[in-house]
């Protein structure tokens, strides 16, 4: 029953989100993801830490396959480059069971959340 309520408080938040926030909500997808993964593999728990970490990697190229390519700005290109790099990282990591390469991309995600974050308020 708290499953189906959560489940549902999720779907009407996404379905009202502006592309703004969806974003803001796909990161923090991918933070809690990684956290996830970070601590599966400190428990020993190999197979929930490579489901959550895919997971996280999902995220990132969903997030980067958004990316509207048209827009004349070297931005598109640069977020591409960040994206792909994260999702190269993450992959190495799952590989590796690397928890420092989880640090490093959990790291760039929440900076680019804030970026993110600084930029909706001011739009």
């Known amino acids: 029953m708290y499953q189906n309520s959560q489940d549902n408080y999720l779907k009407n938040q996404v379905m009202s989100a502006s592309p703004n926030k969806l974003i803001e909500m796909l990161l923090e997808g991918a933070i809690k993801r990684i956290r996830m993964g970070k601590l599966a593999i400190e428990n020993n728990n190999i197979v929930q830490a490579s489901e959550q970490i895919i997971r996280a990697q999902d995220i990132i190229m969903e997030l980067r396959y958004s990316i509207n390519e048209e827009v004349d700005s070297q931005i598109p290109q640069d ?7 994260m999702y190269d990282r993450l992959v190495i990591a799952n590989m590796e069971k690397n928890t420092a390469i989880l640090d490093e991309v959990q790291h760039l995600i929440a900076e680019l959340t804030d970026a993110w974050k600084q930029i909706s308020t001011n739009n």
Do not use: A, H, N, V
């Open 79 to 85: 977020l591409i480059q960040l994206y792909e790099f």
